[in-house]
């Protein structure tokens, strides 16, 4: 796919297994629903989980170096974690640049858990695999349009997710 940068081996499975430990609990179950069908917290202090992804976000800088050709300066913001209990996923088909957020231009995703489903993208319908330790970074726009399967298996599926903003609209 084109712009997707997939990095197995990301994140350790013991680093998985910490931060699904540490955040699981912390999550607002109270935003679920059929369309936003995750609980989320904020990641914070994680310096180790700070620095691979600089490493990582240098590396798709480097693959795609007309990324910092963009009218304005952008940055990432900080993690959060989302936690899809079992029967859900964010099924309807989005990009991360929208309304709402206009001022995203990347997204970035880390499977901390392992299933028998993903993130499925309706063009060039293809699915990049939940494992746990995989890292996933894509344009946020609609050229990289996407959504979240449920886990046929019926588990706890937990994700990291991140954005590349423009720093004047932040």
Known sequence: MNFVMIEDGFLSLNECNTLIKKYKNKTNKETLSQH??????????EDNLNKKSIKLINKYRKMY?????????????SYFFK?????????????????????????CQVYLSDHNCGTEFYD?????MSKAGRAVIFPAFWTHTH???????????YLLANYGFLLNDS
């Open 36 to 45: 936003v069908s995750y609980a989320m917290c904020d990641i914070i202090g």
């Open 65 to 77: 170096p007309s990324l910092e050709m963009t009218a304005e300066k952008w940055g990432m913001k």
């Open 83 to 107: 936690h899809f209990p079992p029967g859900y996923s964010f099924s309807e088909w989005h990009s991360e640049h929208c309304l709402t957020y206009p001022n995203r231009i990347l997204c």
């Open 124 to 128: 060039p319908n293809e699915t990049v």
């Open 147 to 157: 959504r979240g399967q449920v886990c046929p298996d019926r588990k706890d599926r």
